[in-house]
Structures are given as structure tokens and as C-alpha cells.
């Protein structure tokens, strides 16, 4: 078995486009639209593409240390602009609220751990998942072990995946994202389960976008977002 190849959507240029727009929709509801729960729920489609374009990375990469130090520094330099976005009334108390960007990097951290037989690796990782508030917890790392554990069995990844989020169908009716049929709720979890498609259908856009883009982007639209929180 080639430990490199992948049966799944290679097409990661579209993938992260698709993931990028699904996270600024959710970041734009979430600090200007809190009453419409829809853009959240189309933010949980960013959270999985991003996982598996990591899974790919951490397959295809020649130098995972660089990788790493690339999304560490992002992250670092992202935290400020996350802060102004969402919690400019308490930068202080905010310091060690974490970007997604630090989430991304301990489960690849773990995942490459698992990958490599680095057990000290791998537990590290557990531990700061379960320890330090990361945004999603451990739910990253999951998702990157099933996108690399399936990676030759797609019909096996998207049923792991599936299972992954069907505790979501019991939802909490007092909580304000959930959808809400009659007198059920539906955890707005479930909503992950519409990246399924760009996961495990394989495209051939032909999308040919420079990769400090994707890097450069998620800075900039959350001082995007804080900014016209001052304006308007």
C-alpha cells in the first residue's frame, strides 16, 4: 500500500475555496447576524475542508516541520486580528481565547504523531486538546484519523465521518443555533455533514491558487470584520 496516495477529492485548491467562503459567512453571521442562526450553519461545512486539506498536507508534504511552523505563525499573528473581530471590548481576558489556526496545528501535530509511531507526539496532543480551551477540542484531531486512517476506503471514511455527527440529531431546543422542527432540535452540528460532497467526490476544477493566500486571508477578513463592526 502506498502510504501517500489518497482515493479521496485531491482537487484542494476548490476544497479550501469552498471552505474559506463557508468561513467567512459563518465569522460575518456570527459578529453582525447572531439572529440568523443559517450563517452558522453554513460555517460548519469550513471546519472538516480544512481538517482533510491538513490530512492531505500532512501526506503529500516533503517537510512537515515547515508545515507546521507556517500555520503556527499564522495562527500567532492571526490571534490580535481574532480578538478586535470578536472580543474587542476584552482583549485582555481574550488573550488565550484561540484562533482556529491553533486547533488545525495540535491535531496535525497529534495526527502526524499517530502517523510516524511518535506516541509522545500523539499524547502531547491529546493532552493540550483536553486541557487548554481549543476551539472544536478534539473534534480535529478525530476528523484528520478518520481522513487519514480511510484514506484508501472512501466509502469507509464517509461512514466513520457520518457517525461522527449523527449525536447531533439530538439536540438541546434551548440552545439558539440548533434547527428547530415542531418540537425537536437538531444540533446545528449537522450541518458538517454537507462537507461529505467535497470530500469524497472527485473534481478536477483545474484551480491553481498560491497557497499563502489561504494563509494571508484568514488575518486580513477578521480585520475586515472588526472594521466595519467600528463603521457600521
Known sequence: ?????LKTNLDTDFIKIIAVVSM???HIGGAFFPQYPAFRWIGRIAF???CYCLTVGMMYTGDIKKYLLRLGAFAVISQPFWILAFNSDDIIGNIFNLNIFFTLIVSLFGAWGFKERKWWLF?????????????????GLILILIFYLCRNKPWLGAAVYTLT????????????????????????????????P???IQTNSGLKIPKWFFYIYYPVH???IYLIGILF
Open 1 to 5: 500500500m502506498n502510504d501517500r496516495k
Open 24 to 26: 467567512t459567512i459563518d
Open 48 to 50: 472538516p475542508l480544512f
Open 123 to 139: 499524547i502531547l496532543a491529546l493532552i493540550l486538546l483536553n486541557v487548554i480551551n481549543f476551539d472544536y477540542a478534539m473534534t
Open 165 to 196: 455527527y449523527l449525536p447531533a440529531l439530538n439536540g438541546n431546543m434551548a440552545d439558539p443555533l440548533a434547527l428547530k422542527i415542531g418540537e425537536h432540535a437538531i444540533g446545528f452540528e449537522i450541518f458538517a455533514l454537507l462537507a461529505l
Open 198 to 200: 467535497f470530500i469524497y
Open 222 to 224: 477578521l480585520f475586515a
